[in-house]
């Protein structure tokens, strides 16, 4: 869209004469399509579990190749970051969301997600500054959604880098938890507000009690450590239910509105319940 031109020739400049070795069809695609703004920001809405209302939206990119047609990111991220593409791709979702959302109604926050390849960028600070400036959106409503592998490394060093995220009002959230390695020490040790369940966890929910009990454990957890925990991937109402029974604070998935273009998303009607 309009203004979105510029700052992808910028940030493709940047990274092109960084990279200068030969590289397979996918990459030299996924190169072009960052230089040709073929990425596109898609946005899914969270809501407060409790009361059902729309309080955010999660930015989720995805690739609109000319033949192939809209590309998924599990298809394209994990060979971004292999090859460094995800330092400007990331570049451009954050610019895109943190512009977007700064055209929303003011209670509506946006999530990004950073690849841990991001946080070894020494600019990465500087980068989420000059994003949030330039867009004028208020530090208050981005959350960056990161995943434990950065915890696992460079611990130290990430630690210091989200205090200072957190230090201008940015929130932090912890994405996929339950699916990797983390101990429990992980969530004392890192100043996270929000803890995001995994999906496999509320598949399970209706048919395993098991899934009920580690969830429950994990809002007990995650209120004595004083952050809030979402449930992703709620896709029926029955889950739904229970997940608020449990006590989980705010809930995402296609019950609530799949991930779409921002063209389809109406701030004067009530949150849609699918899509
Ligand atoms: P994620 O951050 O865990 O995002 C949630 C994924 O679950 C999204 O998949 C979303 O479409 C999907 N989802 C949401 N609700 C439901 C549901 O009710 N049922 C089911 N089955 N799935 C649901 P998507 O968009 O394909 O993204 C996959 C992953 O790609 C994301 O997982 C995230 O790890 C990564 N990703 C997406 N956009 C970005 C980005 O801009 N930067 C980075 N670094 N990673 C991204
Ligand atoms: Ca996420
Ligand atoms: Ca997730
Ligand atoms: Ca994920």
Redesign the pocket.
């Known amino acids: 869209s309009k203004s979105s031109g510029r700052n992808c020739f910028t940030i493709y400049d940047k990274a092109m004469s960084a990279e200068l070795e030969a590289r397979s069809t996918l990459e030299g695609d996924l190169r072009d399509a960052i230089a040709r703004c073929q990425l596109e920001v898609h946005y899914?809405p969270f809501v407060d579990a409790l009361s059902g209302t729309r309080r955010g939206f999660?930015?989720?990119?995805r690739w609109r190749h000319p033949t192939r047609g809209l590309i998924?990111?599990?298809q394209f991220?994990p060979l971004a970051e292999e090859t460094g593409l995800?330092v400007p791709l990331?570049e451009f979702?954050l610019r895109r969301a943190c512009a977007d959302a700064a055209g929303w109604p003011s209670d509506l926050a946006v999530a990004?997600?950073?690849?841990p390849i991001q946080f070894k960028e020494a600019e990465l600070f500087e980068m989420i500054s000059a994003a949030l400036a330039d867009s004028g959106l208020p530090p208050q409503r981005l959350e960056i959604?990161i995943t434990e592998s950065v915890l696992l490394e460079r611990g130290v060093e990430n630690h210091a880098f989200m205090e200072r995220l957190k230090s201008i009002g940015i929130a932090l959230a912890l994405?996929?938890f339950g699916t990797g390695y983390s101990s429990l020490s992980y969530l004392t040790a890192f100043p996270f507000d929000k803890i995001k369940i995994d999906?496999s966890f509320i598949r399970n929910l209706t048919h395993q009690p098991r899934s009920s009990a580690i969830i429950s454990s994990i809002v007990t957890l995650a209120r004595g450590l004083d952050m809030s925990v979402t449930a992703?991937?709620?896709?029926t109402r029955e889950e739904y239910e229970r997940l608020k029974a449990l006590g989980v604070n705010f809930a995402?998935?296609?019950?609530f509105g799949r991930?779409q273009p921002i063209e389809r998303i109406l701030f004067d009607a009530p949150a849609k319940s699918s899509q």
């Open positions: 899914q999660e930015a989720l990119v998924a990111p599990d991220i995800i990331g979702v990004v997600n950073l690849s959604e994405d996929d999906k992703e991937g709620v896709e995402q998935g296609y019950l991930p």
